[in-house]
Nanobody, 121 residues
Framework: HVQLVESGGGSVQAGGSLRLSCTDS????????LGWFRQAVGKEREGVAG???????IYGSSLRGRFTISRDNAQNTLFLQLNSLQHDDTGMYYC????????????????WGQGTQVTVS
């Protein structure tokens, strides 16, 4: 049973940084695309970043190089480093998986976690 658990969110001032983590003990991470998504209140969920089993990365167009996705397959952990946070980055951040193909195909992700809240003031 796949159950993703996100952590690392919090409240920070604009310009600050956070590091989000996503773990799952029931999934062989090395076989999947892994992705981070976010959803602000009143807005649709958007793809933030994706990473292939071989650690090829792809990012959503709105980020302008401020976020970095990485993975540790041995620890079954996905990371998202958030730098230079802005108020518009506020939202719930989710991780999800995708079985193969284009890791930037945001609509094909599934196995959503419960999310971790990021608030930028």
């Amino acid at each position: 049973h796949v159950q993703l658990v996100e952590s690392g969110g919090g409240s920070v001032q604009a310009g600050g940084s956070l590091r989000l983590s996503c773990t799952d003990s029931g999934l062989t991470y090395g076989s999947y695309c892994l992705g981070w998504f976010r959803q602000a209140v009143g807005k649709e969920r958007e793809g933030v970043a994706g990473i292939s089993p071989g650690s090829i990365t792809i990012y959503g167009s709105s980020l302008r190089g401020r976020f970095t996705i990485s993975r540790d397959n041995a620890q079954n952990t996905l990371f998202l480093q958030l730098n230079s946070l802005q108020h518009d980055d506020t939202g719930m951040y989710y991780c999800a998986t995708k079985t193969g193909g284009n890791c930037g195909d945001w609509a094909q992700y599934h196995n959503w976690g419960q999310g971790t809240q990021v608030t930028v003031s």
